[in-house]
């Protein structure tokens, strides 16, 4: 069963102090590995879509990297607006579309 | 120019009774999702239609019956409504022609009392 492990559960940083959240996956073969920031009483908002180890993409302070075991989101410098939580998510190849999501890990950057 | 819209946002209602949920997406889309987001902020797939068809139903009680009338449409319907039904619904969508990734709706709050 494909499954995604989202750690830590909750990150609280100061603004500047840059880290990573890490996501851990099994899948029977991935088509690909999203990364979601939900805020507060709204859907989750689409950010990254990794598709292959070795991949790389940025967003702003952002920026996800994708292994054959587990992703990462870097937050470079934060500020309190990315205060959020961050969902990883992950699509398997053969047919059905269904994300399979991590329990998600909120983080907190205080000013 | 919402993409994906959810109607109501708030639904609160009494054990026993039947409500429904209504998503549009204007995004020309031809896959949609419900999943429901439980109090420990957990997203679980509960369906997909691929257009007008379904897809994906994962050992949802039958209770609840989504519907597609078009590829822009997919209503949920919840039949005798339990307390363990309390949770956050959304609607997704998605282009099979594309890249996969999934745009999701703001969210039903549903409150079961």
């Known amino acids: 069963e494909d499954q995604v492990t989202q750690s830590p559960e909750a990150l609280r940083l100061q603004e500047g102090e840059s880290s990573s959240l890490n996501c851990s996956y099994t899948?029977?073969?991935?088509?690909?590995l999203f990364w979601y920031r939900q805020d507060p009483g709204k859907g989750p908002e689409f950010l990254f879509t990794?598709?292959?180890a070795g991949e790389e993409k940025e967003k702003e302070r952002l920026k996800a990297t994708l292994t054959k075991k587990e992703s990462f989101l870097h937050i470079t410098a934060p500020k309190p607006e990315d205060s959020a939580t961050y969902l990883c998510?992950?699509?398997?190849?053969?047919?059905?579309?269904?994300?399979?999501f991590g329990k998600g890990m909120k983080l907190t950057v205080n000013p | 120019d919402t993409a994906v819209s959810q109607t109501p946002k708030y639904l609160v209602t009494q054990m026993g009774n039947d409500k429904s949920i209504k998503c549009e997406q204007n995004l020309g889309h031809d896959t949609m999702y419900w999943y429901k987001q439980d109090s420990k902020k957990f997203l679980k797939i509960m369906f997909s239609y691929n257009n007008k068809e379904l897809i994906i139903n994962e050992t949802v009680p039958n209770r609840f019956s989504p519907k597609s009338p078009d590829k822009a449409h997919l209503n949920l319907h919840i039949n005798s409504l339990e307390l363990g039904d309390s949770a956050v619904y959304f609607c997704?969508?998605?282009?099979?022609?594309?890249?996969?990734?999934?745009?999701f709706g703001p969210g039903t709050r549903l409150t079961v009392t």
């Open positions: 998510a992950v699509q398997a190849r053969g047919g059905s579309e269904k994300l399979v």
């Open positions: 997704a969508s998605s282009s099979t022609r594309a890249s996969y990734e999934q745009y």
């Open positions: 899948v029977s073969g991935l088509r690909g």
């Open positions: 990794l598709y292959s």
